[in-house]
């Protein structure tokens, strides 16, 4: 199996785990464009590899970074001496350094204040208030920059600066609804929404009405498409998974995500994949579920309208 490659900016939700799971089951001769409208990270696209692509997502920082490094303002030099020079501050200053770039982005919204703020943060969370304010605290690491790290974040842009150069992409500010009116038949479109009723970021929230619109949409998507969603938890089971299992096909793999410090405490989830096409290959339930889990899906399941938690 081939490494998968981090992208530099990481988000909540990231499926850097789902992406073996996704190439697996890609069904796409890469004749059309890659159409991601909800990219966070990236990632999948960027380990896809299409050789055309529009990234799209409603926040802008995101997008301004990866416009950056496409349009070469952003380079793997320029990020190296950039996270040389902010490290050293960083460690020098400890926290009080962080926060003033945390301003310092909150008035000038520069990429690669984005980028530090990204790594040197809590959690590599991405949170804005209601203001539109980067609000993440300090990750408590001011020796967080040493060679290796500057090295090894480098080396990610770089991976995204020369599949820029290679290839058409487009990196697009906007709405999914907008991003989805184009799509052809020979496209491919990889969704992967925010948890409904999770989220109250000021650039990802998300209500019924964008799940509904989303579904909406790929119900009568033309090109071929996988959607990324959760199939259950301990707790409960996704209420949209039995209608979209009735128009698609749906392949699931469990992993397991830390709660707290304690590497004992791992809590299972079940990640799913919906597309609109067969593929051969078969990822149904785990049979490794606990009894008291498998019986869990076989209750009568919530309505769309409770909250849901994710990954
Ligand atoms: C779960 S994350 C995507 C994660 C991504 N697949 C990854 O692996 O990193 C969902 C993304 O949708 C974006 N988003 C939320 N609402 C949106 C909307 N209405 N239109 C476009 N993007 C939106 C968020 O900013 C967030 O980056």
Known sequence: MSRIFVPPIKCQGIKTKLVPLI???????????????????????????????????????????YQAINSSILTPAVVGSFLKHEGACLQEKGGDYYYQVRERFNQEQEPLDFLFLNRAGFNGMIRFNQNGE?????????????????????????????????????????????????????????????????????????????????????????????LSTWHSNEYRSNPLIPDLQKRHHVVTQ???????????????????????????????YRPSLQPQQARLLERPLPTLTGTVEGN
């Open 23 to 65: 190439q697996e089951n890609l069904n796409w001769d890469r004749a059309g464009t890659w159409i991601e409208p909800l990219m966070g990270s990236g990632v999948v696209g960027f380990n896809i590899r299409p050789k055309r692509a529009v990234f799209a997502d409603s926040n802008p920082h995101i997008i301004n970074f």
């Open 254 to 284: 469990e992993h397991f995500y830390h709660v707290g410090p304690k590497e004992t405490n791992r809590k299972p989830v079940i990640e799913a994949l919906v597309m609109n096409y067969n593929n051969s290959s078969q990822h149904f």
């Open 134 to 226: 980067f609000n993440v605290p300090f990750n408590h690491k001011p020796e967080r920059f040493s060679q290796a790290y500057i090295t090894k974040v480098v080396n990610q842009v770089r991976y995204v600066y020369d599949l820029c150069r290679l290839n058409e992409y487009t990196f697009l500010c906007q709405d999914f609804r907008e991003t989805l009116r184009d799509v052809g038949v020979k496209d491919f479109v990889y969704c992967d929404p925010p948890y409904f009723g999770r989220h109250v970021d000021y650039y990802n929230s998300w209500a019924e009405t964008d799940e509904r619109d989303l579904l909406g949409y790929l119900n009568q998507c033309k090109a071929r498409f996988i």
